[in-house]
């Protein structure tokens, strides 16, 4: 032990991750011992429990095991797709590889549109099929029941080693970092209100809005990992989602907030429920403190704000105690859809497996069912990253380094062996070479793919069947896969940071553009503020994560949820009888131009200047929503203008 101890400094002065590498120790040892208790089983690719265990550990305990039920859904789904339509395809080829690009493209569609390990579950589901009709077509005819059960089984036997070793060295999240962060953004969302109220300035809330939505975003990328592994962990993101966009319009309120006079009183009770929160008080203080700050306020807006944050802390609090299961989630929760995203992705892996498949037919190369199936995974699992043709690059070279080991080990090594079991211990420390690799960041990216093409390419059985030269060409079939998928990627619609935060703005005016066309009922507008907030959420992570400032992107999200409330007072105006016919005609074409706005926003503008200053002259309470939609469009010019 104080061995270990000493080496663990050393290790972190070189750069090192050490938990990384634990972590990393922990499943290369636990690949291998699935890989013998597949192969003491019987089972004729023992290799596929192992890579099971890589795709499924996890050093978060909830991750591991949610992640562990999604691989086991999507290889049974796609297990059985891949078996049925073997089966119907029979000898037709063509039929076979038109079918699987559909369903790939399917898949990748559904991946792309959901979040989390559901859609792992989907991209799964993808290129499990692939596995099986692929990898029939290089077996004798009438093998695909017993390739189909053995890919289900050796994948069971991954996913319970897996899980089990995982349960056993996994600790339990000791602190709940996602609920903590939430709960210190409330109390500074509770201060900054109290202080607008004491006398802050216009610049001074503005700056706050800015911090406070960037802080909201980062505690927002937690939720996924809170989420897994329990039915109760889902309920509580659900709850903590439904609070954090109340956040959202809170910091709005902060940012445009207008008339208000300094109330001593009111500031008082808000940072009296800003301190509960900060001391991590029992809920029913927490609660009693929100609603003593809502019986303060004296305006609708700021009572909105205070009921939004009261309903939301409630059903917070409320999953977080012991009757999680009976508490229902009365706030909306709607998430972005990538709708544009999802659809490139299908039709882009789509068209790439179709191209390789014909290429296959006409050619009649014999490793084309390889070629086919290492470009399905990369194409299908990595469509979600946000910039996908950069990780190919990595992949490249782990995967030909994987290649190497994989010929070396089976051409090298493996003729010295007499047993079956020999083979395994063979290739035991090929896999546990890669542990160093894989905890230091200079060299991560892409080490994982290492592991799976050297056990996609090494079948420990015996007699060993393969001529050098088919190791050889199969070899470079599966090494191709992240080639074709980074032209895919790259030219195809090319998949980046800067046009995936293209189509999520590009959404966002779309759905002003319907709002104008179209007046919507309340219920309809309180759905869209909320997409919208979580669609400002992610627009801001995709920025945090880039070299661009910050303050450009928040400041046009919140132009856009200024225009949102302009377009909606816009409509109760047209609707409404008693208003002059010029200022009428004034409101139309303002709801015509905003339809166009990404075409001309100099139009929009102008347009809502002169219904703002002729509500102005009649002193109508929607002056100062129309007006600050304008400025909002004015100061972010080139926001709207590049959509």
Not at 427 to 452: E, K, N, T
Not at 567 to 582: E, F
């Amino acid at each position: 032990m104080s061995k270990v101890r000493a080496i663990t400094p050393w290790l972190a002065r070189r750069g090192f991750d050490v938990a990384r590498m634990g972590f990393g120790l922990r499943t290369a040892l636990a690949s291998c011992l699935a890989l013998v208790v597949a192969w003491l089983m019987g089972l004729e690719h023992p290799q596929w429990a192992a890579m099971t265990v890589w795709a499924v550990s996890q050093p978060v305990r909830g991750m591991l095991v949610e992640k562990s039920l999604f691989r086991a859904l999507g290889t049974l789904i796609g297990t059985l797709f891949g078996v049925v339509l073997v089966v119907v395809a029979g000898d037709n080829l063509p039929l076979l590889v038109l079918s699987l690009s559909l369903w790939i493209g399917l898949c990748v569609g559904i991946g792309n549109l959901l979040s989390g390990l559901v859609s792992y579950g989907a991209l799964l589901s993808g290129y499990s099929a692939t596995m099986v009709a692929l990898l029939n077509t290089q077996q004798p005819a009438g093998q695909i029941f017993a390739l189909g059960s053995d890919r289900m089984l050796t994948v069971m036997t991954g996913v319970l080693v897996g899980l089990l070793v995982g349960l056993i060295f996994t600790p339990r999240n000791a602190e709940d970092h996602a609920a903590l962060r939430v709960r210190r953004t409330t109390s500074d969302i509770l201060r900054a209100m109290a202080a607008a109220f004491a006398g802050d300035t216009t610049e001074t809330r503005a700056d706050k809005a800015h911090r406070l939505l960037e802080r909201i975003a980062s505690a927002e990328q937690l939720f996924d990992i809170k989420a897994a592994g329990s039915v109760r962990s889902h309920r509580s993101v659900r709850a903590l989602r439904a609070l954090v966009q109340a956040q959202v319009g809170a910091a709005y309120w902060i940012r445009s907030a207008r008339h208000l006079n300094q109330d001593e009183h009111m500031a008082s009770a808000l940072c009296e429920a800003a301190r509960i929160l900060e001391e991590n008080a029992p809920a029913d203080e927490v609660l009693c403190a929100l609603e003593a700050a809502l019986a303060c306020s004296t305006d609708r807006d700021t009572a909105d704000v205070l009921r939004q944050l009261l309903d939301s802390q409630r059903e917070h609090l409320a999953t977080a105690g012991d009757d999680t299961g009976m508490t229902a989630i009365r706030n909306r929760v709607v998430l972005h859809r990538d709708w544009v995203g999802a659809r490139q992705a299908a039709v882009r892996a789509f068209g790439l497996l179709l191209v390789i498949g014909v290429v296959w037919i006409l050619s009649g190369w014999s490793v084309g069912a390889y070629v086919m199936l290492g470009a399905s995974v990369m194409i299908t699992l990595f469509s979600t990253f946000e910039a996908p043709s950069r990780v190919m690059g990595h992949i490249f070279i782990w995967q030909s380094i994987a290649a190497l080991a994989a010929l070396s080990c089976h051409w090298l090594l493996w003729p010295l062996a007499t047993s079956e079991w020999q083979l395994i211990a063979l290739l035991s420390p090929f896999i546990l070479v890669i542990v160093p690799f894989f905890a230091h960041p200079r060299v991560a990216s892409g080490s994982l793919d290492y592991v799976m093409a050297l056990l996609l390419l090494s079948h420990p059985v015996l007699p060993l069947e393969r001529t050098f030269a088919d190791s050889l060409v199969i070899a470079a079939a599966v090494v191709s896969g992240p080639l074709l998928a980074y032209i895919a990627f790259r030219f195809v619609w090319p998949a980046d940071a800067r046009r995936r935060r293209q189509h999520l703005t590009g959404m966002m005016l779309n759905e002003l553009a319907g709002m104008a066309r179209n007046p919507m009922a309340p219920a309809r507008h309180q759905v869209w503020r909320v997409r919208l907030h979580h669609r400002l959420l992610k627009l801001i992570q995709s920025v945090n994560r880039s070299a661009e400032p910050l303050q450009p992107a928040t400041s046009a999200a919140l132009a856009v949820l200024a225009i949102g409330d302009a377009i909606q007072q816009l409509h109760l105006l047209k609707a409404g009888t008693d208003l002059p016919r010029p200022l009428q005609r004034r409101v139309t074409m303002a709801l015509l131009r905003l339809e166009h706005l990404p075409e001309n926003p100099q139009a929009a503008v102008r347009s809502l200047q002169k219904v703002a200053t002729l509500l102005q002259q009649m002193g109508h309470p929607a002056a100062w929503d129309v007006d600050n939609a304008a400025r909002g469009i004015a100061t972010n010019l080139t926001f709207f203008q590049r959509h």
